[in-house]
T-cell receptor, first 117, second 116 residues
Framework: AQKVTQAQTEISVVEKEDVTLDCVYE???????LFWYKQPPSGELVFLIRRNSFDEQNEISGRYSWNFQKSTSSFNFTITASQVVDSAVYFC??????????????FGQGTILTVHP | KAGVTQTPRYLIKTRGQQVTLSCSPISGHRSVSWYQQTPGQGLQFLFE???????NKGNFPGRFSGRQFSNSRSEMNVSTLELGDSALYLCASSPKRGTSDTDTQYFGPGTRLTVL
């Protein structure tokens, strides 16, 4: 069975602070896929990044960066110089290679990020 | 390209009624997945359709069903509504270029269902 744990339920920071959202996953699949989504108050889940299990390169996109470590089964997300617009719920998700994982994402419970001006 | 659309956006029903929610995927996307989001249980997978066939199903009772049409549009139906079915129902589509890879899912805005 797959499981995703986001230890932080809520994080509150002041604008321009850096913030890291933690994600730890469990899976028996040797090939798997990890995702981060952002859910603003409007409700729609916005795709941020996808990482395949065989690609451990970290990634940076503007103020966003992701640290994937297979050894610790973690896929953490850092926002540098946070802004008020970053306030949202962030979800980490996991999917398997197919078969019983067709079309199925297993989500963590989400981290509510509030950035104060 | 237009995103995933879901109708209606809001719905209020009473216990015992049934409801049908609709999802139009991104043009060219062939796979549609449905999720239920509640404060208590979070985001949970309902089912996935590809080429009009349900390929995967989550752990929900038989009152939850769905279907996919030849144009990849999908509907989900909940019969005999219960108070606990109040939730945000999200639909996601993906290209499904190949069955050996997992495509990224792109989500619609959701349908907020309230059961009174």
């Amino acid at each position: 069975a797959q499981k995703v744990t986001q230890a932080q339920t809520e994080i509150s920071v002041v604008e321009k602070e850096d913030v890291t959202l933690d994600c730890v996953y469990e899976t028996r699949d040797t090939t798997y896929y990890l995702f981060w989504y952002k859910q603003p108050p409007s409700g729609e889940l916005v795709f941020l990044i996808r990482r395949n299990s065989f690609d451990e390169q970290n990634e940076i996109s503007g103020r966003y960066s992701w640290n994937f470590q297979k050894s610790t089964s973690s896929f953490n997300f850092t926002i540098t110089a946070s802004q008020v617009v970053d306030s949202a719920v962030y979800f980490c998700a996991l999917s398997g290679p197919g078969g019983t994982s067709y079309g199925k994402l297993t989500f963590g419970q989400g981290t509510i990020l509030t950035v104060h001006p | 390209k237009a995103g995933v659309t879901q109708t209606p956006r809001y719905l209020i029903k009473t216990r015992g009624q049934q409801v049908t929610l609709s999802c139009s995927p991104i043009s060219g996307h062939r796979s549609v997945s449905w999720y239920q989001q509640t404060p208590g249980q979070g985001l949970q997978f309902l089912f996935e359709y590809f080429s009009e066939t349900q390929r995967n199903k989550g752990n929900f009772p038989g009152r939850f069903s769905g279907r996919q049409f030849s144009n990849s549009r999908s509907e989900m139906n909940v019969s005999t509504l219960e108070l606990g079915d109040s939730a945000l129902y999200l639909c996601a589509s993906s290209p499904k270029r190949g069955t050996s890879d997992t495509d990224t899912q792109y989500f619609g805005p959701g349908t907020r269902l309230t059961v009174l």
